[in-house]
């Protein structure tokens, strides 16, 4: 069975960057695309940015041109570099894998980390 742990996050300045990092337990082949989605307070999980195992990925709008998914396939590790950060990004961000798709989240999640951005 798969299991995530994340790391990163934390609090920042309106403008500032962070780094969050994602690594997987278990066997490779059940992971398939990882990704990140995030949830604000009152509001619906959100996809964020996913990568498949060939490295295609997928950003929501909101984040295009700012954050950065990067994934080492046989080191079962993620990360996503997150730049020009903006209050509205602020949210729990868990890891998510298992899905065969870019665009649909998998079965597994981390614990999820906090990023608050604000000044």
């Known amino acids: 069975q798969v299991q995530l742990v994340e790391s990163g996050g934390g609090a920042v300045q309106p403008g500032g960057s962070l780094r969050l990092s994602c690594a997987a337990s278990?066997?490779?082949?059940?992971?398939?695309?990882m990704g990140w989605y995030r949830q604000a307070p009152g509001k619906e999980r959100e996809l964020v940015a996913t990568?498949?195992?060939?490295?295609?990925?997928h950003y929501a709008d909101s984040v295009k041109g700012r954050f950065t998914i990067t994934r080492v396939v046989m080191e079962k590790t993620m990360s996503l570099e997150m730049n020009s950060l903006k209050p509205e990004d602020t949210a729990v961000y868990y890891c998510n894998c298992g899905s065969a798709a870019l665009t649909v989240p998998g079965p597994t999640w981390g614990q999820g980390t906090q990023v608050t951005v604000t000044s």
């Open positions: 278990g066997y490779i082949t059940d992971i398939y695309v």
């Open positions: 990568i498949s195992t060939d490295l295609r990925t």
